[in-house]
């Protein structure tokens, strides 16, 4: 006869499903959750449940946060004449981990993805092309991953600010082909950064 299932195994079940935790390290992480219960447990549930009330895309650039407006959006000494694009909020916070970058950020909500069946309409593309369009703003950085569908998304983008009178560049060396932001350590942002090319 199975067991039933208990809550502990729910919490179990979810952890496996986050990203780099399996089940063996799911019943790890619950069981010193579970261990410590008051110091680690309770806090964790409370700030899982702000989260999910909360959370929320910002209404300028895409990532997510508690407010209607970003903080780096609403940061003054933010650099508003460059305007970085990329894939998803990983690898915004990436990009911020370098802490070599200051200027704004567009998040697209993805790539371009014929196997998925993501189109341009699917994307931030025109949101971008709007933001693109202020005469503040002097360059827009494809800060994509150096893999088939990013190169294609940032051709599409760069096809789409045709019009607009700014500077197209790409992040330069330092990113391997088929690499992720979200992978790479703060000193080769910070060089492919640096080492920008126009598109």
Known sequence: MAREQTEIDTLITMLAKLPGLGPRSARRAV????????????????????????????????????????????????????????????????????????????????????????????????DLAARAAVPEVREVILALNATVDGQTTAHVIAEALAGADVSITTL???????????????GTISAALSARRAV
């Open 31 to 126: 069981l010193h959750l579970v261990r410590r219960r008051e110091h680690l447990l309770a806090p964790l549930s409370e700030a899982l449940v702000a989260v999910a009330e909360k959370a929320r895309p910002c209404a300028r650039c895409g990532t997510i946060d508690i407010g209607e407006i970003c903080p780096i959006c609403a940061d003054p000494a933010r650099d508003d004449s460059i305007l970085c694009v990329v894939e998803d909020v990983g690898d915004l916070w990436a990009m911020e981990r370098s802490g070599f970058y200051r200027g704004r950020y567009h998040v697209l909500g993805g790539v371009l993805s014929a196997l998925d069946g993501i189109g341009p309409e699917a994307l931030r593309i025109p």
């Open 172 to 186: 330069a060396k330092g990113v391997p082909v088929g690499g992720e932001l979200d992978y790479l350590d703060d």
